[in-house]
């Protein structure tokens, strides 16, 4: 039988404190100029608190030069947040860029084309 965890919910905690301190972060800490206005969206960390999946969207910069400069960068934010954590195991970064934002402004856009579409159709 797998062992429970005493404290309901401590990975989301963790999770959210990591994105917390990471936002925190990335905005004092990294001088690379490839990263521009970045926003964490989520944080997943493994049961074993291993390895962590931060999501980020940009407002500015390119994407994928975004992803290689928070992965170049993800062993000195991962010991900035060792200093500020109090658990055992700090997780390794894994950076990964969110598209959502992206696929919402699409999705707005096809609402937009159909309804005005759907009013000229009204309109004959």
Do not use: C
């Not at 800490?29 to 999946?53: F, I, N, Q, W």
């Amino acid at each position: 039988m797998p062992k429970r965890s005493t404290v309901p919910n401590r990975g989301f905690r963790i999770a959210d404190q990591i994105q917390r301190d990471l936002s925190e972060l990335i905005a004092r800490e990294v001088k690379d100029p490839r990263v521009g206005m970045v926003t964490l969206s989520a944080v997943e960390v493994t049961p074993d608190y291993a390895h962590a999946k931060v999501f980020f969207s940009v407002l500015t910069g390119q994407p994928d030069e975004t992803l290689e400069a928070l992965n170049h960068a993800a062993g000195h934010l991962r010991n900035l947040l060792f200093k500020r954590l109090h658990i055992h195991t700090v997780p390794t970064l894994h950076f990964i860029f969110d598209r959502t934002t992206e696929r919402a402004a699409d999705m707005n856009a096809l609402i937009a084309k159909a309804v005005s579409s759907r009013a000229k159709d009204a309109e004959e």
